[in-house]
């Protein structure tokens, strides 16, 4: 089952790929956002992906960042835009101290403004 806050959460990263990059670049994020959502999941996935985004938002250096994160099973999904390689590897990093991330999926794009 699609929740609301799961279709609110492919919009916005649609929302924000188109925003900042061009369209045929947009395109595949989105893709690749709508692609990654779980469509069920339970607490321990919900609870994984906000210790996730939490991590990556502690980092100053990502705070910026536009990331989407799902998790399912422990399988956790990164995707979005960055500007650069370091930010893209530190974003894998902060999802890999997060307890219970079994495997990441690093989709991030490196966009260089």
Excluded: C, W
């Excluded at 609110?8 to 925003?19: K, R, Y």
């Excluded at 399912?72 to 930010?87: D, I, K, P």
């Amino acid at each position: 089952m699609i929740t609301r806050k799961t279709i609110a959460s492919i919009l916005t990263t649609t929302a924000i790929a188109f925003a900042i990059a061009p369209p045929a670049l947009a395109a595949s994020m989105a893709a690749a956002a709508q692609a990654t959502t779980p469509v069920l999941g339970d607490d321990r996935d919900r609870n994984t992906q906000r210790e996730v985004k939490n991590a990556i938002v502690a980092d100053p250096d990502l705070a910026q960042a536009h990331i989407a994160v799902s998790a399912y099973s422990g399988q956790v999904t990164l995707a979005g835009v960055v500007r650069n390689e370091e930010q893209r590897e530190r974003a894998q990093r902060a999802a890999g101290t997060v307890r219970g991330v079994r495997g990441i999926d690093n989709a991030i794009e490196v966009v260089e403004r």
